[in-house]
């Protein structure tokens, strides 16, 4: 029997770590300042309980144009969040089987980049997720397409039980607190 053209291996996941073997660090006291440029300061600190070679980043991304008093602001940055989860769906189930997560959320003033996982193919998968953010583009239908599932969405939210709800809202409260006390 002849195989079938349209069936074959899937190409080599990029994302794979070549090594999962436990790393030594040195032990810091404090995160280290690995990079101090106009508007950007990024921190460093050896996790050494663990030695377990995963990376947790965390970028916080601010603009003026993320206003979170601004309800047509926040809506937009819900809708930048959801069309990175549904246009990049297939590039992160990838780096997920290659032991790499990512998500984009919204976050009072500012979208949250979170990148977790093993640490060996992190840089050139943020640097390729980077990328790509830059150039999500929408087209008018698939703009509709994205207000229709965020409109479900935020309807979906009225049929949660009760206390789901109040424990949102007190968690929206103290993040929103705590954002302004800061």
Known sequence: AKPHPEI????????????????????????????????MQIYHLQATEFLIPEVAHT???????????NSRSVVLADLFALGFRNELASFLYEASLGGLQATLTPDYGSLKLQ???YSDQATPFLGELSSKIRHLHATQPRFEELKEELLREYLNLEMNSPIHQSHEMILCLLDHDEKRAA
């Open 59 to 69: 970028l916080t991304l601010y603009s003026p144009l993320l206003d979170p008093k």
């Open 115 to 117: 990148l977790q996982g």
């Open 8 to 39: 074959a291996l899937c190409r080599p996941n990029p994302y794979l770590p070549r090594s999962t073997a436990p790393q030594k660090g040195e032990e810091k006291p404090a995160p280290q300042l690995i990079a101090d440029d106009e508007g």
